[in-house]
Nanobody
């Protein structure tokens, strides 16, 4: 069974930085896409950043220039570097990936458990 495990969340002051990690484990044949979403209290889940298998990356307007998505294929791990954090960035951040678990498998959409990011002075 494929699992996504997130880490790196925490409490930071405005202007600070955090680096989120998402490690994929289990039966993994290929990772076709990866991304990050977030959900703040009282709001619906929104896209933060996503990268497809061709290397194309898309960021939400609210995080452009501050957040950077990266990937370590050898470790099946993706990262979200968050700089110049603002109180409005406070939310639960969710790792997302489209994964084929075995040869000729139909790729499925997987989610991590979420990690809390709080930006406050």
């Amino acid at each position: 069974q494929v699992q996504l495990v997130e880490s790196g969340g925490g409490l930071v002051q405005p202007g600070g930085s955090l680096r989120l990690s998402c490690a994929a484990s289990g039966s993994i044949f290929s990772i076709n896409a990866m991304g990050w979403y977030r959900q703040a209290p009282g709001k619906q889940r929104e896209l933060v950043a996503v990268q497809t298998s061709d290397g194309s990356t898309k960021y939400a307007d609210s995080v452009k220039g501050r957040f950077t998505l990266s990937r370590d294929n050898a470790k099946n791990t993706k990262y979200l570097q968050m700089n110049s954090l603002k109180p409005e960035d406070t939310a639960v951040y969710y790792c997302n990936a489209v994964i084929a678990a075995y040869w000729r498998d139909s790729p499925s959409n997987y989610w991590g458990q979420g990690t809390q990011v709080t930006v406050s002075s």
